[in-house]
């Protein structure tokens, strides 16, 4: 059965800079606010050159400095990229970071907001992202209810999310910080992920037990529509991966890596754009109402303790989560 995957009459050329344009402006304006004067880095990789050059003509457009960085592809998501190209994010205002690997969990990204910068991440963002689905939301309502679970979440001692699919996982969350990936980042610090839309926390180390069913998307593999992955957690870390080619690509993926870290389950999150389209792009599956997901491998950057060689995100629906026994989000239906 197919689903969408692009801009319905979307044709990569020369001329769809026209078409990203108004996107590129709402990300300048509404999501991060750029301010006559300010320099704004953009590190691309280079499959990614025209994406950075279109939010660079957007950032002119306001007034901001654009700058753009470019390095090759890093191969695997949460890979740390040149040391140059930390040293640049460190000194923008404002930064973007779009990739086909995610800078998330990067010293580049951590860099620049101990730094006092603000920016967004955009890993395997495709040119239709800045035309239509997700990058229509109003990111400020989108804030508005991050912010309502957030203070929750913030007191909360256990979460708890299950899914039709089989997806039953709690962990520990006392005292971790709630991650507030909106798609609002106007003030010094902030970071987004555009043009998704989540909130998220890093579990206590040790302390996730469950199992987990992506049936959405696997980071790095694709679109788990037709075959899912089932992943078994205990002691905070993942000991099974099953479920046929995406859970081989996992199971070797991870392997690869001959690091312990990479097994930590590092993250909790939830999805908050009603605008994003289902199975469509990586950043709208993670950021898509109703949706959840769990990252496997480093926290550092969220909150926790471990730097491992990369984070992988699993992606399933129609999720249901609950902080200390309570229910707060039902299948993209909001309970507080």
């Known amino acids: ?32 606010a750029v301010k006559p ?21 957007a950032a002119y457009a306001v007034g901001g400095k654009p700058v753009i960085v470019m390095f090759p592809p890093t191969g695997a998501h949460g890979a740390q990229v040149p040391r140059p190209v930390v040293a640049a994010c460190a000194q923008s205002d404002v930064f973007f970071l779009p990739t086909s690997w995610s800078m998330t969990h990067t010293d580049a990204r951590v860099e620049a907001i101990k730094n006092g910068a603000r920016g ?15 990058i229509l939301a109003d990111y400020e309502e989108n804030d508005r209810v991050a912010r309502k679970l957030g203070a929750i979440l913030a007191k909360t001692r256990t979460i708890r999310i299950t899914s039709p699919a089989g997806t039953d996982i709690s962990g520990a969350v006392t005292g971790r910080p709630v991650q507030y990936e909106t798609g609002l980042f106007r003030e010094r610090g902030q970071f987004a992920a555009l043009p998704n839309s989540e909130l998220n926390i890093s579990p206590i180390e040790g302390s996730t037990e469950g199992v987990l069913v992506g049936d959405v998307r696997l980071m790095g593999y694709g679109v788990l529509r037709d075959e899912p992955v089932t992943i078994k957690v205990s002691k905070g870390k993942v000991v099974e991966v099953t479920g046929g080619k995406p ?43 109703g949706f959840a997901h769990h990252g ?21 629906k129609d999720a249901t989560v609950e902080f200390d026994s309570k229910v707060v989000l039902d299948k993209g239906k909001i309970l507080v």
């Open 296 to 316: 496997i491998g480093s926290n550092y950057a969220i909150g926790g303790k471990v730097l491992a060689p990369c984070h992988i995100d699993v992606i399933y």
């Open 1 to 32: 059965m197919p689903w969408p995957i692009e801009y319905f009459h979307y044709i990569p050329a020369p001329s769809s800079i026209i078409e990203m344009m108004p996107g590129a402006l709402k990300v300048m304006t509404q999501c991060a």
């Open 247 to 289: 859970a081989e690509y996992l199971r070797h993926t991870l392997a690869s890596f001959q690091n312990p870290t990479v097994y930590n389950l590092a993250e909790f999150a939830m999805g908050l754009n009603p605008f994003s389209r289902a199975y469509a792009t990586n950043l709208e599956d993670l950021g898509k109402l």
């Open 120 to 134: 967004s991440t955009m890993c395997e963002v495709t040119e239709d992202c800045l035309c239509t689905g997700g």
């Open 37 to 57: 004067g300010e320099n704004v880095v953009i590190a691309c990789d280079t499959n990614k050159l025209r994406l950075a050059e279109v939010l660079a003509a």
